[in-house]
């Protein structure tokens, strides 16, 4: 079976393929193919397709596979630059690699959290620059204590809720803002912090409660996003487009937050307007920003977020949260990425489940199949 991959997700994962007897070529570049090469690369008759988020998946590039192409295998948890419609349309199973960057995820959206809070980043400046002229109590700046804070998260998915339960480790409060309201989660993690309080851990008592975008943005010192993006006209945004997360934040939801606040965002570049952050940046409606995703990828050489006035409150990440030597690389299915991408292709072109696609794990188009 011939299977091209458009970057080397892993050479140990890929290896795998290899000793299974596939006839594999991966496309040598650090950057992503042309999109020219990967519709020729389809039309060529592969039976499978290992593809990143940088890639555009769309109707056409499926169509190009002629039938023979049997499975796209992406490299990530997020699916937002494929067409599942058309996928699903042409009877075409999406693999995806939910669960094992949960982890990874989370903690970096915590470290961010903790960056932005600390100043790390104007703390090591300082001593770089040879700024540091004296150890004074206040002088040149201070951070802000995270613990007994209140974090927002902002979608309550897997990675939404490994970030809030990293949270409790620090004893802050929770604003739980998400599609479905997740009552059993919230109450097993206010027992946690209950514990904690009685256990003598922590002097007051943390809370978590569930909230609207409204409340959750109003009321919180950290906002952390973990949605995934839906753009309007995207099945996934319901009929009347109330799941839409497109610009999420905006200037409007922006003018939410308060002017002590900090927002991170490790989800995708688009659920935030760019612009708006930057304006609402300027005019102090917001303390800083972390961000680990961009509306384009990687970060072009003039965007306006690389201005010399936001440096100071604006910390920029190289879409790295998940980019953990275990999570990026391990074949294994169960700890990495490389490994479940790997694993979700040959489920499917070697018929595991007795070839049955809904019951096989990681699909992102499952319904698709369940008929
Ligand atoms: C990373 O952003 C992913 O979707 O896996």
């Known amino acids: 079976m011939k299977v091209f991959a458009t970057a080397d997700i892993g050479p140990a994962a890929l290896d795998l393929l290899r000793q299974a007897g596939y006839e594999l070529e991966v496309y040598p570049g650090p950057e992503a193919p042309p999109y020219e090469l990967l519709l020729a690369q389809t039309a060529s008759g592969i039976d499978g397709l290992i593809t990143t988020l940088r890639d555009c998946v769309d109707a056409g590039l499926l169509a190009a596979g002629h039938g023979r192409l049997r499975v ?27 669960g094992v960057l949960t982890q990874a995820t989370a903690e970096f959206a915590l470290f961010m959290l903790g960056a932005l809070a600390r100043r790390l980043w104007a ?9 540091w002229g004296a150890w004074h109590p206040a002088l040149p700046f201070l951070g802000s204590e995270v613990t007994g804070k209140t974090v927002a998260v902002v979608g ?23 599609r479905s309201p997740q009552p059993e989660w919230i109450a097993a993690v206010q027992r946690e ?18 909230a609207s975008l409204r409340e959750a943005l109003g009321a919180a010192d950290f906002v952390s996003l973990h949605v995934p993006l839906i753009r309007p006209g995207d099945p996934a945004a319901g009929a009347d487009g ?5 610009h999420l934040l905006n200037r409007q939801t922006l003018a939410w937050m308060r002017p002590t606040a900090y927002l991170i965002n490790t989800a995708r570049g688009p659920v ?40 100071g409150r604006l910390r920029l990440y ?19 990425m490389a490994g479940r991408c790997v694993a979700g292709l040959r489920n499917v072109l070697e018929g595991r489940y007795a070839g049955r696609l809904a019951q096989m794990p990681w699909l992102a188009n499952r319904s698709a199949f369940q008929k």
């Open 242 to 246: 109330a799941d839409v997360t497109y």
């Open 72 to 98: 796209v295998a992406q490299d990530a948890v997020g699916v937002d630059n494929i067409d599942l419609a058309a996928a699903s349309r042409l009877g075409i199973p999406v693999t995806h690699t939910p």
């Open 318 to 336: 190289h879409h790295f949260a998940s980019g953990t030597v275990e999570t990026r690389l391990s074949p294994d299915p169960e700890q990495g």
């Open 272 to 311: 935030l307007d760019e612009a708006a952050l930057i304006e609402a940046l300027r005019q102090n409606q917001l303390a800083g920003a972390a961000l680990d995703v961009y509306a384009t990828e990687p970060l072009p050489g003039d965007s306006p977020l690389r201005a010399e006035d936001l440096a």
């Open 193 to 210: 912090m209950d514990l904690r309080h009685e256990l003598g851990f922590s002097r007051h008592r943390a809370r978590i409660q569930a």
């Open 156 to 178: 309550l998915g897997r990675i939404g809720r490994a970030f809030a339960q990293k949270c409790v480790g620090l004893d802050m409060n929770l604003l739980a803002c998400g």
């Open 123 to 131: 703390s090591e400046n300082l001593v770089r620059e040879r700024q």
